[in-house]
């Protein structure tokens, strides 16, 4: 599976954005997808995961209520809805995909196999 993610840039706090991951291969249902982002200086960190059958979804704490991870198995993507972003959401988002997650590993980067190459999110004024 490759994933190449895109949609980001620069927006001013309160504003929003829609990332996209768009994968390669078969089976793109089967996959658990998640959009993880590190900050500079920051170790990467989890944001939001969805099942391969889309039902479930999971989110971190400081972005519950603002962000939205939905999928289209159709297209073989995944989207990730920003909003009322913060400074404090300037980070690279990648997004990764799995077939052997569980809930209690879903939001553990360890359990990924696959990452896109990142895309860059600056929420400045």
């Known amino acids: 599976v490759q994933l190449q993610a895109s949609g980001g840039g620069l927006v001013q706090p309160g504003g929003s954005l829609r990332l996209s991951c768009a994968a390669s291969?078969?089976?793109?249902?089967?996959?658990?997808m998640a959009w993880f982002r590190q900050a500079v200086g920051k170790e990467r960190e989890f944001v939001a995961a969805?099942?391969?059958?889309?039902?479930?979804?999971f989110y971190t704490d400081s972005v519950k209520g603002r962000f939205t991870i939905s999928r289209d198995n159709a297209k073989n993507t995944v989207y990730l809805q920003m909003n009322t972003l913060k400074p404090e959401d300037t980070a690279i988002y990648y997004c990764a995909a799995s077939s052997g997650v569980i809930v209690s590993n879903i939001r553990n980067s360890q359990a990924y196999y696959y990452w896109g190459q990142g895309t860059e999110v600056t929420v400045s004024s």
């Open positions: 291969g078969s089976s793109f249902s089967r996959y658990a």
């Open positions: 969805i099942r391969g059958s889309g039902g479930a979804s």
